[in-house]
């Protein structure tokens, strides 16, 4: 891929649907009935871009257009259900709590996110006082994470990922939450990964630290890339765009909403999405069912109160 960090080519991400909660077992055991017409939502739709090494990509668009799903799959976090994600180098996802365990302390989850990112002890023991310093969380930082305000997380998941030093950074609304001075103080250090030649993907609402901060911006419009360019004149348009969407009434934004997101339903793609989600072989269903049935006779125990 030459200085290629990420090459994207017709990324897909769709998702079954279930009108109720029977459905959702019926989709464990692969049984739903023959002919029963069912659409798939589709996230993000033949997505194409390559973002090089040291180069910044803003990632923006309204509330459900695709922007979380989009970093997951750059992540790593979830695979395409079409086309293929190439990276070039290690990638570290920065969102809100994401990865930490709300049942550990901060310390703890520490050590867990570290090691997860393939840090030895030694590294773990080097780095622990320069997370703790950076996260700013006093004495919280012994509290489980379950007690934190989304600012908190968000300190904690920045700190821990900065320092772990991946190749890739992408950074999903963390820097929305908490107080501006952290936030700049985010803004500092990802400067300074910059500068060392790593790849970010930002995504933020925030059209101001973009301009200041990123050389591309990808603007997605519900599963879909809209527009693709340089910073200014992608913000300019977007914020153009939103300048016309807040002028609507509350009724004509929802009838706008829910016509977009109802083209983002869509039949199955043929054997390609049956053979990922929706199918399975008449081996796997009775393996599926083998499997449930302890959790059957343990229900029925329990409740008999043996």
């Known amino acids: 891929m030459n200085n290629s960090k990420v090459l994207v080519k017709n990324v897909s991400k769709l998702f079954p649907t279930q009108s109720k909660q029977s459905d959702k077992l019926l989709e464990f055991f692969s049984i739903r009935k023959k002919g029963a ?7 993000v739709s033949d997505v194409s871009f390559e973002a090089n090494e040291g180069e910044t ?9 695709g922007k979380s799903t989009l970093s997951n799959l750059l992540a790593q976090v979830i695979q395409p259900t079409k086309g293929s994600i190439e990276v070039n180098g290690t990638p570290s996802l920065i969102a809100i709590s994401a990865g930490l365990n709300n049942n550990l302390s901060g310390m703890d989850n520490i050590k867990l996110k570290c090691m997860m990112h393939g840090l030895s002890s ?18 919280y930082i012994n509290q489980p994470v379950k007690n934190y305000s989304s600012g908190m997380r968000s300190r904690l998941g920045f700190a821990i990922s900065v320092h772990t030093d991946p190749d890739i950074l992408i950074i999903d609304e963390a820097l929305s939450v908490g107080d501006t001075t952290f936030a700049n103080k985010c803004l500092e250090k990802m400067q300074e990964f910059k500068e060392q030649g790593k790849t970010i993907f930002f995504v933020s609402h925030s059209a101001s630290q973009m301009k200041s901060f990123c050389d591309r911006v990808i603007w997605m419009h519900y599963g879909r890339v809209k527009e693709i360019g340089e ?27 829910n016509t977009e997101q109802r083209n983002q339903f869509v039949e199955p793609p043929g054997e390609l999405y049956n053979e990922k989600v929706n199918g399975a072989t008449k081996t796997e269903k009775v393996i599926n069912l083998l499997l449930f049935i302890p959790l059957i006779l343990l229900g029925i125990l329990i409740g008999t109160g043996y």
Do not use: C, H, W
Request: hydrophobic letters at 35%; proline letters at 3%.
């Open 122 to 139: 030694e590294k773990i023991d080097e780095v622990r006082p320069d997370i703790i310093e950076f996260a700013e969380l006093g004495d």
């Open 37 to 43: 017409p069912r659409k798939v939502f589709s996230a």
């Open 57 to 65: 990509i803003g990632i923006l668009g309204l509330n459900g257009s």
């Open 231 to 257: 910073t200014e004149d992608v913000i300019k348009n977007y914020t153009t765009f939103t300048k016309e969407v807040n002028k609507l009434s509350a009724e004509e934004k929802s009838q706008l909403k």
